[in-house]
C-alpha cells in the first residue's frame, strides 16, 4: 500500500508531486511492497512495453521509502546513454549507491543532488557506517587499477551486499535496463546485472523492455522462482485523460476536452509520447483547443521535436552509419507502407548491404524496442505504433527522396488531421461496443438458450416483443447450447493476415476450446466468430463471403472441429440465414448478443467500465440568469428519479444557489460553470464546479469588502451554502487544485411518488 | 395601474398601500428593481407594501437578503410589509431563513389589503 502524501512528505527524486502523478496506482503499490521484509531475495523484474514510462513510477517509489525511514533503504539507479562502458556505468552505480545510502542514513534528501567524490562521501558518513564505507572505498582503489573489468564490475555491482547486519537492507530500483545491454565492453551488463543481483539474497527491482528483461534473465540463467514479474502496458484512457489533464495544467498549456481525447488515442495512451508532447506545446506557447492546434504540433514533432530526437537517436544507435541508417528508414517505411507482413532477413541484408551479424543486430534492437516483429528468418514491419510509422514516412521523404520540406510538413499535417476523426470514430465505436472478444472469452461451459444463436428462429420468435417477454421467453427455452470452454482466443489477421484488408481488428476472432471442459483430441473445438458491418439485415452473398472466409481460414490451418459464427447489427435476411444453417454456421443479431451476454453475467463487468449511462453533463457560462437553465435541466432529470414537486424545487433552489457561488466566488478563468448531474440508486448527485481561485484565497478579498458594506447585508449574502445545507442530504466541497468544486446528494424518500 | 418608471415591476397603489409585483425568478436583479419601486412608493408617501408573489417560481438567496433589506427600510419608515401569494416552496425558504418572524404573509392581494385596512390608524403590529 502506498502512503498518500501527507505535509512533510519530502520529495526527493520524483519529478512531480505525488499528487500529480497520474495512474499506475497499483504498480506503484506493487514495486513499494517489493522492498517488504517478506520479499528479501526476490527481485521484481518490471517488463516494460516501450513508451509506457517506467522512470518517475520508479522515482516515486523511491520517495516513498525514502520517507517511511524504516529498514529498508532505497537505491535508484538509471542507466543513461551518457555512460558508454560497462565499466563506467558499473562505477557509477557504485557512486550513487553510496551518495543514497548515505542521504538516506542521514536523512539528508538534497545528499542525493549533490556532486560528491568517494572521499567526501567516506567524510559524510555516520559513524556507524563509517568503517564498512571506508573499506569499500579503499577495496575500490585496489580493483580500479587492477586492469580486471570483469572483477571491478562484479565489485561495484556487489555493493548492496557489503552493507553489514544491522546496517539497514538496500533495496536496489534499476531503471533503463534496456541501455544496459549496449554499453561497450567484455561483458553485457544486463546479464550480468541479474547474475549479481539474483543470488544477492537483497530484494530488488529491475525495470526494463518486456522483449529483452526476459531475454536477459534466461541468458543469466536466473532461478525463476526467485523472480516476480510485473507488467507495465500503456494507460487506459482514463489515466490517460488524467495525466493530459494534469501535464497540461502544470505546463500551463490550455487545452480544449477534445484535443484531450485526441491526443489520448494518438498516442495511444503512451505517457512518454503525452508528455513530449505538451512538453513541445509548452515551449512552443501552443494552446491546443482543436485538432488543427495538435496535428500542427504533431507534424512540428516528428520533423524536429522531442518525438524527432527520440526516434533519430535510437536509429542512430541501431545504425551508427548515415548510409546504412538512411536505407534501413527507406526499408522500414516500404515495408510499412506496402503492408507487407512477412519479408526475409536476406532480402533486408541485401537491400541494407550489411554483414549477417550486423542484420542479426539491427533487427534484434528494432524487435526489443517493438518496432518490428523478427522471427527468425522473417521479419514483419508491419507492427509499432502510428507515431513511428508517421516518422518513418516523414524521414523517408526527406532523407531518402529529398522532397520539399514544406510539401512534407503539409502533408503531415493533412494526413494526420484526415486521420484524427478516424481515430476518434474508431474509439467511440470501441466505447459503444461489447467487446466480442471479451464475450467469447468468457464462454465456459454454460448453458444459453440455442435461439440466441439462430437468428432465423429468433426473430420469427421474438422479434419486436416487448422485452420482458423476451426475457421470459429466454427463460423457458428448453433446446440449450452447451457453450465450449475456450482457453484461447487471438484476432483473425493473426491467423490470416488478409482478414485485415476486410475487417476492423477487433471484429474477427479464433477462439480455442473444449467441450464439456474435456481437454481430449475429440472434444477440442474452434469457433470461428465475426461481426459484419452492416446496419440492415445482412443479404445472402454478404454472409456467404463471410462464411466462405472462415471456412478458408479453416481449411488454411487445418481445424478439424470448428464452429462458425457470425453477427450483425440486425440480424441476417431469411435466405441468408438459411444459407448460413445449411453450412452449419450459427447466426445472430445484436440484439442475441446482448441477451447472451446478460446470460454470461458479463454484462456488468463490461459495463461498469464505460461511463455511467446515467450521467449528464452541462456546462453554461456564468452570468444571464444561467442558473435557471441548470435548474430546469434538473427538474427534468429529477422528475425521472420520481422525486415529489417539494423535493424537486429544493433541489432547484440547491442547483442556483451552487452557480450563484462559483459565480460569485471563483474569480473564474473562463466565466463557465460545470454542471454533472448524476442518477444513481436512488439518489441524485450533482457536483457543480468552476475554475479560478480556491474559495480561501477569494475569501481575503471578501473579508476587505465586508468593511466597506453592511456586516448584515454580507452576512445574508453567505446564506447560499446554508440554504444548500438545509435542502440537500448530503454536502460537500471535493478537493481540487483550483476553483470550487460542490457536490450535493438528494436521496428520493420513500414517500416520494 | 401604474408602471413602474423602470418599466419591468408593475406596481400599483390602494390608499397609502403600494402593491408591488415580483416576477417569476427573484433574483439580485429582479430584487434589486422591487427594492427600488418600493422605496420609491415610500418616498411617495406610502405607509404600507404588498410584495405580490403569484408570479414567483423562484428565489434565491440573494433575492430574499434583498427582500429583508426592504422589510428592514419599510420598518425605518414605519411602513408595514405584507407579502402575498406566496407559494409553498417559497414559503420554506423565507421560514429556513426566517424572514416570516419580519413579514406577514396573505393568501393573496385581496387578502393583504383587507389585513391592512384601517392601518392609517392603527400602530404597526408584525
Not at chain 1, 541484408?349 to 551479424?357: A, D, E, N, Q, V
Not at chain 1, 518496432?371 to 522473417?378: C, I, S
Not at chain 1, 478458408?552 to 448460413?580: C, D, K, M, P, T
Request: charged residues 25%.
Amino acid at each position: 500500500m502506498t502512503d498518500a502524501p501527507s505535509d512533510n512528505f519530502r520529495r526527493v527524486l520524483g519529478r512531480v508531486t505525488r499528487e500529480d502523478f497520474v495512474g499506475r496506482v497499483a504498480e506503484l503499490d506493487r514495486v513499494v511492497d517489493q522492498a517488504s521484509a517478506d520479499k528479501r531475495g526476490r527481485g521484481l523484474l518490471l517488463l516494460m512495453e516501450p513508451s509506457a514510462g517506467v522512470s518517475e513510477l520508479l522515482r516515486q517509489a523511491y520517495d516513498q521509502l525514502f520517507n517511511r525511514r524504516n529498514e529498508a533503504i532505497p537505491i535508484y539507479f538509471a542507466f543513461t546513454r551518457h555512460e558508454t562502458t560497462a565499466v563506467s556505468a558499473a562505477i557509477e552505480f557504485l557512486n550513487s549507491f553510496l551518495q543514497q545510502y548515505v542521504a538516506y542514513r542521514r536523512n539528508e534528501p538534497a545528499l542525493c543532488h549533490s556532486a560528491l567524490t568517494l572521499q567526501e562521501l567516506v567524510e559524510l558518513a555516520p559513524s556507524s557506517d563509517l568503517q564498512w564505507i571506508e573499506q569499500v572505498v579503499q577495496l575500490y582503489a585496489r580493483v580500479r587499477f587492477s586492469n580486471d573489468t570483469r572483477e571491478l564490475v562484479r565489485f561495484c555491482l556487489s555493493i548492496p551486499q557489503r552493507v553489514p547486519q544491522g546496517a539497514g537492507r538496500p533495496f536496489v530500483i534499476l531503471d533503463g535496463a534496456q541501455l544496459a545491454e549496449d554499453l561497450n565492453g567484455d561483458l553485457v551488463l544486463g546479464p550480468e546485472l541479474l547474475r549479481v543481483f539474483t543470488r544477492s539474497g537483497f530484494a530488488f527491482v529491475l525495470a526494463g523492455l518486456r522483449r529483452q528483461i526476459l531475454n536477459a534473465a534466461h541468458e543469466a540463467q536466473c532461478n525463476f522462482e526467485r523472480l516476480d514479474f510485473l507488467r507495465l502496458e500503456q494507460l487506459s484512457s482514463e489515466e490517460a485523460h488524467l495525466l493530459v489533464d494534469h501535464v497540461a495544467r502544470r505546463q500551463q498549456v490550455p487545452m480544449s476536452r477534445e484535443a484531450r481525447d485526441l491526443m489520448v488515442q494518438q498516442f495511444a495512451g503512451s505517457p512518454f509520447f503525452i508528455t513530449s508532447f505538451l512538453q513541445a506545446a509548452r515551449e512552443r506557447h501552443t494552446a491546443l483547443v482543436s485538432y488543427l492546434d495538435c496535428e500542427r504540433l504533431y507534424a512540428d514533432e516528428l520533423l524536429g521535436g522531442h518525438i524527432h530526437y527520440h526516434f533519430e537517436d535510437l536509429l542512430e544507435e541501431i545504425a551508427p552509419q548515415l548510409d546504412t541508417r538512411l536505407s534501413l528508414i527507406q526499408q522500414l517505411w516500404e515495408s510499412c507502407a506496402s503492408d507487407e507482413q512477412s519479408a526475409s532477413v536476406e532480402a533486408w541484408r541485401k537491400r541494407l548491404r550489411i554483414s549477417g551479424t550486423e542484420i542479426d543486430e539491427v533487427l534484434r534492437h528494432l524487435h526489443i524496442h517493438e518496432l518490428l516483429n523478427w522471427k527468425g528468418a522473417t521479419v514483419d514491419a508491419t507492427t509499432g505504433p502510428q507515431t513511428w510509422k508517421d516518422y518513418l514516412k516523414v524521414s523517408y521523404r526527406l532523407g531518402v527522396l529529398n522532397e520539399p520540406r514544406a510539401l512534407v510538413v503539409a502533408d503531415a499535417i493533412t494526413d494526420a488531421l484526415k486521420r484524427a476523426p478516424h481515430t476518434m470514430a474508431l474509439h467511440y465505436r470501441q466505447l459503444a461496443h461489447l467487446s466480442l472478444r471479451e464475450v467469447v472469452s468468457q464462454f465456459d461451459c454454460q448453458r444459453v438458450p440455442r435461439i440466441l444463436f439462430d437468428y432465423s428462429a429468433y426473430s420469427q420468435k421474438y422479434k419486436g416483443a416487448p422485452e420482458a417477454e423476451i426475457v421470459q421467453g429466454l427463460e423457458e427455452e428448453v433446446d440449450v447450447l452447451k457453450l465450449p470452454q475456450i482457453v484461447h482466443i487471438a484476432t483473425g489477421e493473426s491467423f490470416n493476415s488478409d482478414l485485415r484488408q476486410v475487417c476492423e481488428e477487433d471484429k474477427c476472432f479464433v477462439a480455442h476450446g473444449f467441450e464439456n471442459g474435456t481437454y481430449s483430441d475429440a472434444q477440442a473445438v474452434i469457433w470461428l466468430v465475426a461481426e459484419i458491418d452492416s446496419k440492415l439485415e445482412v443479404e445472402t452473398d454478404l454472409a456467404e463471403l463471410w462464411s466462405e472466409r472462415l471456412d478458408s481460414l479453416a481449411r488454411i490451418h487445418g481445424f478439424r472441429r470448428y464452429q462458425s459464427w457470425l453477427i450483425s447489427n440486425e440480424g441476417f435476411s431469411s435466405e441468408a440465414s438459411g444459407r448460413l444453417a445449411r453450412r452449419g454456421a450459427f447466426s445472430s443479431s445484436k440484439a442475441q448478443l446482448e441477451l447472451l451476454v446478460d446470460h454470461l453475467g458479463v454484462a456488468a463487468a463490461q459495463r461498469n467500465e464505460v461511463e455511467s449511462p446515467d450521467e449528464f453533463l452541462m456546462v453554461v457560462p456564468m452570468g444571464a440568469d444561467n442558473e435557471l437553465m441548470a435548474a430546469s435541466t434538473v427538474e427534468h432529470i429529477a422528475r425521472r428519479l420520481r422525486f415529489d414537486s417539494t423535493a424537486i424545487n429544493q433541489i432547484k433552489t440547491a442547483v442556483v444557489e451552487a452557480c450563484i457561488n462559483a459565480s460569485e466566488h471563483s474569480f473564474s478563468p473562463d466565466r463557465k460553470i460545470y454542471q454533472r448531474f448524476r442518477v444513481e440508486n436512488g439518489k441524485l448527485t450533482i457536483t457543480i464546479s468552476s475554475r479560478g481561485i480556491l474559495p480561501s484565497v477569494g475569501s481575503g478579498i471578501a473579508s476587505k469588502t465586508t468593511t466597506e458594506f453592511d456586516d448584515a447585508a454580507e452576512e445574508r449574502r453567505g446564506w447560499g451554502l446554508k440554504l444548500i445545507r438545509t435542502l440537500m442530504d448530503e454536502v460537500e466541497f471535493e478537493k481540487v487544485d483550483e476553483g470550487t468544486c460542490l457536490r450535493m446528494t438528494k436521496y428520493v424518500r420513500n414517500g416520494s411518488v | 395601474m401604474e408602471i413602474s418608471p423602470s418599466g419591468t415591476v408593475r406596481s400599483h397603489c390602494v390608499g397609502t398601500t403600494a402593491v408591488v409585483y415580483a416576477s417569476d425568478y427573484l433574483n439580485k436583479l429582479t430584487g434589486e428593481k422591487i427594492e427600488r419601486e418600493c422605496r420609491r412608493q415610500l418616498s411617495a408617501g406610502c405607509r404600507a407594501l404588498v410584495i405580490d408573489f403569484a408570479e414567483t417560481q423562484l428565489v434565491n438567496s440573494i433575492g430574499i437578503s434583498i427582500l429583508l433589506g426592504i422589510i428592514d427600510i419599510a420598518e425605518k419608515n414605519n411602513a408595514q410589509v405584507v407579502f402575498a401569494d406566496v407559494n409553498n416552496q417559497t414559503v420554506e425558504l423565507f421560514q429556513m431563513l426566517g424572514l416570516t418572524r419580519h413579514v406577514v404573509l396573505a393568501k393573496d392581494e385581496a387578502e393583504a389589503l383587507s389585513n391592512l385596512t384601517g392601518f392609517d390608524s392603527t400602530p404597526v403590529i408584525y
